[in-house]
């Protein structure tokens, strides 16, 4: 948001005491959305939206439903329109909402209510089935008696026996059939019933949902429209930069892409917003800490404290928990596809990256990628190889950060063409600045150091001598030639008597730092083997023991 609009019409007045809604003070609801987000690597800055046309008079604007988590001390409120419009008060309160959850524990139980008086009517159904089925029963227990009487004197005939029993028994199957089906029928029920219960348990666990509601009282003299903006400092959000550092096939050039990972666990999704990234630390503060005096006196003890004494006054809990609050608040919370890039504006003590794209961010947590920036910087390459820790040689890079933007310190994927090398962190680097890359290791060109000779010796004038001989093979198995670094150390004598000396290396050195690291730079040809071999000598008072050989 840009100064111009903070130099508007409107008088902004934060965190006046508590307003009142008078009589003739309207209330309204702001129908708002996050429409922009501006994301720092520890919390983020959310503006919502809400366009409302009024009429003149006196309203209390509420945003309602906001999450707990939004900072009370970042909350501003802007405005710009046609109407002539004063806001005049901010207050921020917590408030309990009745959520989606209470409703949908209501409309659980009517369902539920509905299926308990259906399996009711079934239970009555299924009631006058079994007296069917009863009486039914009691026919053909009478009937058997009567027949055996009357088929004696030859009544009842064939036919009127036979649709006897016919009656008897269709009548007692059906009836057992609507039985068992009725059965069948009551056990869904139940089993429908069961699983709204479970629905029911989970839903009545959030029907009470705690937000925050910011009410802007604001005067209209002239009607019109009037849009307002809040915004607002919320933490569990943050990002962080990933790259991408392929080196090109002829290993001249290598394309760094920056990514960023953002994530958020702010209580709202994010949807469809207008996404700024920044590398602002708000956390930190604005101004450097203050430097106090710094006392120092002669020991002085403390007198003893008898225990008839009164103890010292405690610190009142209230202003300790005051102070503890205090510092809480102070803690800081393969055809290549092209990617839509940010822009980059330096804001001087940070930088921005704009996408230019509308984002979805929900709030879960997860980690979600978009592309910052594209660059291919040049590259110049050299062979490294520390065969005292490993046998690998090591294709590392140097390179300017051209960009005009720093690279923040982040984790690297580097890849030599399409293939993956491996990962490692990049610290800071600034805008125009000089740094190296690793692109892994070379299985092409490979190195082998043996310790040939070990010798200690009791030497003259009082001195002990120990001395170590080392040979280091090379060969570039590849069909050009290149240089190779090589790194080995010698010890640092911690004390004066102690001397560590250089002997007789094969192929002089190109440097050795004061930390006693050894650097030679070795051309190979294409196929060429070769051999260095260096010593190193140690002497100290022969009185004297000596450690870390």
Same mark, same amino acid.
């Given at each position: 948001m840009?100064?111009?609009?903070?130099?508007?019409?409107?008088?902004?007045l934060?965190?006046?005491?508590?307003l009142?809604?008078?009589?003739?003070?309207?209330?309204?609801?702001?129908?708002?959305?996050?429409? %922009?987000?501006?994301?720092?690597p520890? *919390? =983020? !800055? &959310?503006t919502?939206?809400s366009?409302?046309?009024?009429?003149?008079?006196?309203y209390?604007?509420? $945003?309602?439903?906001?999450?707990t988590?939004?900072?009370?001390?970042?909350?501003?409120?802007?405005?710009?329109?046609t109407?002539?419009?004063?806001?005049i008060?901010?207050?921020i309160? *917590?408030? $309990?909402?009745?959520?989606?959850?209470e409703?949908?524990? !209501?409309?659980l139980?009517e369902?539920?209510?509905?299926?308990?008086?259906?399996?009711?009517?079934m239970d009555?159904r299924?009631?006058g089935?079994? =007296? !069917?089925?009863?009486?039914?029963?009691?026919?053909?227990?009478?009937?058997? +008696?009567?027949?055996?009487? +009357?088929l =004696?004197?030859?009544?009842?005939t064939?036919?009127? /026996?036979?649709?006897?029993?016919?009656?008897v028994?269709s009548?007692v &199957?059906?009836a057992?059939?609507q039985?068992?089906?009725?059965?069948?029928e009551?056990?869904?029920?139940?089993?429908?019933i069961?699983a709204?219960?479970?629905?029911?348990?989970?839903a009545?666990?959030?029907t *009470?949902?705690?937000?925050?509601t910011v009410?802007?009282?604001?005067?209209?003299a002239?009607?019109?429209?009037l849009?307002?903006? /809040?915004?607002?400092?919320?933490?569990?959000?943050?990002?962080?930069?990933l790259?991408?550092?392929?080196?090109?096939d002829?290993a001249?050039?290598?394309?760094i892409?920056?990514?960023a990972l953002?994530r958020q666990?702010?209580?709202?999704d994010?949807?469809?917003?207008?996404?700024? /990234?920044?590398?602002?630390?708000p956390?930190?503060?604005? %101004?450097?800490?203050e430097?106090?005096?710094w006392?120092?006196?002669f020991?002085?003890p403390q007198?003893?404290?008898?225990?008839s004494?009164?103890?010292p006054? =405690?610190?009142p809990?209230?202003a300790?928990?005051a102070?503890?609050? !205090?510092?809480?608040?102070?803690?800081p919370?393969?055809?290549?596809?092209?990617?839509? &890039?940010?822009?980059i504006?330096?804001?001087q003590?940070?930088?921005s990256?704009?996408?230019?794209?509308?984002?979805d961010?929900p709030?879960?947590?997860?980690?979600?990628?978009?592309v910052i920036?594209?660059?291919?910087?040049?590259?110049?390459?050299?062979?490294?190889?520390?065969p005292?820790?490993?046998?690998?040689? $090591?294709?590392?890079?140097e390179?300017?950060?051209?960009?005009?933007?720093?690279? /923040?310190?982040?984790?690297?994927?580097?890849?030599v063409?399409?293939?993956? &090398?491996g990962?490692s962190?990049?610290?800071?680097?600034?805008?125009?600045e000089? $740094?190296?890359?690793f692109?892994?290791?070379?299985?092409?060109?490979t190195?082998?150091?043996?310790?040939?000779?070990?010798?200690?010796?009791?030497?003259l004038?009082?001195?002990?001598?120990?001395?170590?001989?080392?040979?280091?093979?090379?060969a570039?198995?590849r069909k050009?030639?290149?240089?190779?670094?090589?790194q080995?150390?010698?010890?640092?004598?911690a004390?004066?008597?102690?001397k560590?000396?250089?002997?007789?290396?094969?192929?002089?050195?190109?440097?050795i730092?004061d930390?006693?690291?050894?650097i030679?730079?070795t051309?190979?040809?294409?196929?060429?083997?070769?051999e260095?071999?260096f010593?190193?000598s140690?002497?100290?008072p022969?009185?004297?023991?000596?450690?870390?050989?």
């Amino acid at each position: 948001m840009t100064w111009l609009r903070y130099l508007s019409s409107l008088t902004l007045l934060l965190l006046l005491p508590s307003l009142s809604l008078s009589s003739d003070m309207k209330r309204v609801t702001a129908i708002a959305r996050i429409t %922009a987000v501006t994301v720092y690597p520890d *919390r =983020a !800055q &959310t503006t919502r939206s809400s366009s409302l046309s009024l009429k003149p008079g006196s309203y209390l604007i509420t $945003f309602e439903s906001l999450p707990t988590l939004l900072l009370d001390d970042s909350v501003r409120v802007s405005g710009q329109g046609t109407a002539a419009a004063t806001i005049i008060g901010l207050e921020i309160k *917590r408030a $309990f909402l009745e959520g989606s959850g209470e409703k949908r524990v !209501q409309e659980l139980q009517e369902e539920i209510r509905i299926l308990e008086r259906k399996m009711a009517g079934m239970d009555a159904r299924k009631a006058g089935s079994a =007296a !069917q089925q009863a009486f039914l029963q009691s026919i053909r227990v009478a009937w058997g +008696e009567r027949i055996s009487k +009357e088929l =004696a004197v030859g009544m009842p005939t064939s036919a009127e /026996l036979l649709d006897a029993s016919s009656f008897v028994g269709s009548g007692v &199957t059906r009836a057992e059939e609507q039985i068992r089906d009725m059965d069948f029928e009551k056990q869904a029920i139940k089993d429908k019933i069961d699983a709204l219960r479970r629905q029911q348990n989970q839903a009545s666990g959030s029907t *009470r949902k705690e937000s925050k509601t910011v009410e802007v009282s604001v005067e209209i003299a002239r009607e019109g429209t009037l849009n307002l903006e /809040l915004e607002a400092m919320i933490p569990q959000a943050g990002w962080e930069p990933l790259y991408d550092a392929r080196l090109a096939d002829d290993a001249t050039t290598a394309e760094i892409t920056f990514r960023a990972l953002v994530r958020q666990q702010s209580g709202e999704d994010w949807k469809s917003v207008n996404l700024t /990234l920044s590398t602002a630390r708000p956390a930190v503060g604005g %101004a450097p800490p203050e430097l106090y005096p710094w006392n120092i006196a002669f020991y002085r003890p403390q007198p003893i404290m008898l225990k008839s004494m009164a103890a010292p006054a =405690a610190v009142p809990r209230r202003a300790y928990k005051a102070d503890q609050m !205090q510092v809480e608040s102070a803690l800081p919370e393969e055809s290549p596809t092209a990617f839509v &890039t940010a822009q980059i504006s330096d804001e001087q003590s940070s930088v921005s990256f704009h996408v230019p794209r509308a984002l979805d961010i929900p709030s879960n947590g997860a980690a979600h990628s978009t592309v910052i920036a594209i660059e291919r910087l040049p590259a110049s390459m050299e062979y490294l190889a520390r065969p005292k820790l490993s046998p690998a040689v $090591f294709l590392r890079s140097e390179m300017i950060n051209q960009g005009g933007y720093p690279l /923040l310190p982040g984790k690297v994927n580097t890849f030599v063409g399409n293939r993956y &090398t491996g990962s490692s962190q990049l610290n800071k680097i600034a805008a125009g600045e000089k $740094f190296r890359l690793f692109f892994g290791s070379d299985g092409q060109v490979t190195v082998k150091r043996d310790e040939v000779k070990q010798r200690k010796e009791a030497g003259l004038f009082g001195k002990n001598r120990v001395s170590y001989l080392y040979r280091i093979e090379l060969a570039n198995f590849r069909k050009v030639p290149l240089t190779l670094t090589l790194q080995d150390q010698l010890p640092r004598a911690a004390d004066e008597e102690i001397k560590v000396t250089l002997d007789e290396p094969s192929l002089k050195p190109e440097e050795i730092k004061d930390d006693g690291t050894i650097i030679w730079k070795t051309p190979l040809q294409a196929g060429e083997k070769k051999e260095l071999s260096f010593g190193i000598s140690v002497e100290y008072p022969k009185e004297r023991e000596i450690t870390g050989l």
